[in-house]
């Protein structure tokens, strides 16, 4: 008899269409805690379902989330960021609070310039760029 969690990845894959998988960070891989030594781990669909996705011809996109934050932390030039090192918000070194806003006295005068909002978090601009990058592939592999 299979296990629950067999069944359940069954019973997802005989009903779904199109999956997305998202790979995120570990803990402490973000913000101030990243370093060069953070893994980057790939699941593949194939690792998480098994053989089975190639007869439901379900169709799978998958997306590293951490790979993607550090490939634009590594070339901030290329969503024109001056700043991947320190938050917008207070002094940016280990600082996440509900009273970290716009009004904060140290906030920076322009957050697009910056990565990260305060120590962990990505700035609007930096989470639209994803939201796009994310959508574009959904489009591109899911729809068509």
């Not at 005989?14 to 973000?30: F, R, V, Y």
């Not at 590293?64 to 700043?83: C, R």
């Not at 070194?93 to 957050?111: F, G, I, Q, R, W």
């Amino acid at each position: 008899m299979a296990s629950p969690r067999g069944h359940r990845r069954a019973s997802v894959l005989q009903k779904a269409a199109a999956l997305l998988l998202l790979a995120l960070s570990c803990c402490g891989c973000t913000g101030a805690g990243a370093g060069p030594s953070a893994p980057t781990p790939k699941v593949p669909a194939v690792i998480v379902f098994g053989d089975s996705t190639v007869d439901t011809g379900l169709r799978v996109a998958y997306i590293d989330v951490y790979q993607n934050m550090l490939d634009l932390i590594t070339d901030p030039s290329t969503l024109g960021l001056e700043n991947v090192e320190e938050g917008c918000c207070a002094t940016g070194k280990v600082e996440m609070s509900y009273l970290c806003n716009e009004k904060s006295p140290d906030t920076c005068d322009d957050a697009d310039r910056y990565f990260f909002w305060d120590s962990f978090h990505p700035t609007q601009k930096v989470n639209q760029f994803f939201a796009k990058k994310t959508l574009d592939l959904c489009y591109d592999q899911l729809l068509l």
